[in-house]
């Protein structure tokens, strides 16, 4: 195994850095990223956050505090911070060169609404108004479901959850089990092979 192809969330990759640009286009958006090896998607922008990205949703309500949950480099991150000016963003990873690069990108885009960091240094008394996630589906399906649920407690009661996920790695399954532990998750769009997952606390819901 060439070392560029460590796992990407472990704490410290030892790949040889090997900095490159790639570019997030969007309708409204057009940021230049750095990467390095030892990071997820580090040739180009992932397809499902792309995908992720372009419906830009839309809420009657100021966000006060959004979430990128395993931040990468920080392509969903940047892209909430430009659109959400007013809204301070957390871009949280294990992956400490993915956490400096994010930093980095907020700042050579002027981006400056971007707080990117390990998730044991948000503050307990911080709630979300959204949490928006390529999630890392490869980490295995138990620390997977553990992390969905403690980050999701985390949102305010009116807040949601926006998720990308390739059908071939479960996302399907993923959705209905996110229902049956009190999150309605429905599936607002599938292209190729990605599906866009929406999930908010089911009313009235008690965990048995």
């Given at each position: 195994?060439?070392?560029?192809?460590?796992?990407?969330?472990?704490?410290?990759?030892?790949?040889?850095?090997?900095?490159?640009?790639?570019?997030?286009?969007?309708?409204?958006?057009?940021?230049?990223?750095?990467?390095?090896?030892?990071?997820?998607?580090?040739?180009?922008?992932?397809?499902?956050?792309?995908?992720?990205?372009?419906?830009?949703?839309?809420?009657?309500?100021?966000?006060?505090?959004?979430?990128?949950?395993?931040?990468?480099?920080?392509?969903?991150?940047?892209?909430?911070?430009?659109?959400?000016?007013?809204?301070?963003?957390?871009?949280?990873?294990?992956?400490?060169?993915?956490?400096?690069?994010?930093?980095?990108?907020?700042?050579?885009?002027?981006?400056?609404?971007?707080?990117?960091?390990?998730?044991?240094?948000?503050?307990?008394?911080?709630?979300?108004?959204?949490?928006?996630?390529?999630?890392?589906i490869r980490i295995g399906k138990e620390p997977l479901h553990d992390l969905l649920?403690?980050?999701?407690?985390?949102?305010?009661?009116?807040?949601?959850?926006?998720?990308?996920?390739q059908r071939h790695l479960g996302a399907?399954?993923?959705?209905?089990?996110?229902?049956?532990?009190?999150?309605?998750?429905?599936?607002?769009?599938?292209?190729?092979?990605?599906?866009?997952?929406?999930?908010?606390?089911?009313?009235?819901?008690?965990?048995?």
């Amino acid at each position: 195994m060439d070392d560029s192809d460590q796992h990407y969330w472990v704490s410290n990759p030892n790949s040889t850095s090997r900095q490159k640009e790639v570019e997030l286009l969007l309708p409204d958006i057009h940021l230049t990223l750095m990467t390095d090896r030892g990071v997820f998607s580090a040739n180009q922008v992932d397809k499902g956050t792309r995908y992720l990205l372009m419906d830009e949703l839309k809420t009657t309500e100021m966000p006060r505090n959004l979430l990128d949950l395993g931040c990468g480099y920080g392509p969903i991150a940047c892209a909430l911070g430009r659109r959400n000016p007013e809204a301070k963003v957390w871009a949280i990873d294990t992956n400490l060169r993915a956490i400096d690069l994010c930093r980095i990108n907020a700042e050579k885009n002027g981006i400056k609404n971007v707080f990117a960091c390990l998730p044991k240094e948000i503050p307990e008394d911080i709630y979300f108004d959204a949490i928006w996630s390529n999630p890392p589906i490869r980490i295995g399906k138990e620390p997977l479901h553990d992390l969905l649920l403690e980050w999701l407690s985390r949102l305010t009661s009116r807040g949601s959850g926006h998720f990308v996920v390739q059908r071939h790695l479960g996302a399907d399954s993923l959705a209905k089990w996110l229902g049956s532990k009190g999150w309605e998750t429905t599936r607002r769009s599938s292209r190729k092979g990605f599906r866009l997952l929406d999930t908010t606390r089911k009313v009235g819901y008690e965990e048995s």
